[in-house]
T-cell receptor, first 115, second 114 residues
Framework: DSGVTQTPKHLITATGQRVTLRCSPR?????VYWYQQSLDQGLQFLIQ???????AKGNILERFSAQQFPDLHSELNLSSLELGDSALYFC??????????????FGPGTRLTVL | AQKVTQAQTEISVVEKEDVTLDCVYE???????LFWYKQPPSGELVFLIR??????QNEISGRYSWNFQKSTSSFNFTITASQVVDSAVYFC???????????FGTGTSLTVIP
């Protein structure tokens, strides 16, 4: 158990809908990262937050947004969902996130299925 | 550009055989960090090792060992006397000097046959 929690574990929804994925980092970790893992794209970095502020953006679509709250939990919002958004979404956290020498600890993931 | 290549998509070995998973990386940073993660069938990603660019010492942890060679930009992972529980997808990853983007390879799926 990494200490990172994600809810829900599974989510099934329809195209055009909007969903929110939630992540609670390990106790003491200030950085939260979101990743998308799909069969054809592999593991793709989406976005990073550090202590409530956006720190880095990766391959995140405009239909997707995220935020980190004062209690450090984070939410990833996916809107106008398409079939291609079906994937496993991981959240990870690390102690600092300013330097690169901290490993990231991953949550169990949320499997999103868009029908 | 930062890039991680894991050329081996799938590997199958018989239990107790040794197996090496290859990882080749590209970066222009002089300071960088390399990682290996394991993703068992249950889906979670499990951290295995971190290595910084200034430390080329090879590391051994039980049946696992890692060979970091800057000259060939490789960070290979060897499992000795493989076991069925080693069956998983293994990801190599690269980070630069700041804690931002994390670049993953496409993973190597290892199947250990009993």
């Amino acid at each position: 158990d990494s200490g990172v929690t994600q809810t829900p574990k599974h989510l099934i929804t329809a195209t055009g809908q909007r969903v929110t994925l939630r992540c609670s980092p390990r106790s003491g970790d200030l950085s939260v990262y979101w990743y998308q893992q799909s069969l054809d794209q592999g593991l793709q970095f989406l976005i990073q937050y550090y202590n409530g502020e956006e720190r880095a953006k990766g391959n995140i679509l405009e239909r997707f947004s995220a935020q980190q709250f004062p209690d450090l939990h984070s939410e990833l919002n996916l809107s106008s969902l398409e079939l291609g958004d079906s994937a496993l979404y991981f959240c990870a956290s690390s102690v600092v996130g300013i330097t690169g020498d901290n490993e990231q600890f991953f949550g169990p993931g949320t499997r999103l299925t868009v029908l | 550009a930062q890039k991680v290549t894991q050329a081996q998509t799938e590997i199958s070995v018989v239990e107790k055989e040794d197996v090496t998973l290859d990882c080749v990386y590209e970066t222009r940073d002089t300071t960088y960090y390399l990682f290996w993660y394991k993703q068992p069938p249950s889906g979670e990603l499990v951290f295995l090792i971190r290595r910084n660019s200034f430390d080329e010492q090879n590391e051994i942890s039980g049946r696992y060992s890692w060979n970091f060679q800057k000259s060939t930009s490789s960070f290979n992972f060897t499992i000795t006397a493989s076991q069925v529980v080693d069956s998983a997808v293994y990801f190599c990853a690269l980070r630069g000097p700041t804690g931002n983007q994390f670049y993953f390879g496409t993973g190597t799926s290892l199947t250990v046959i009993p």
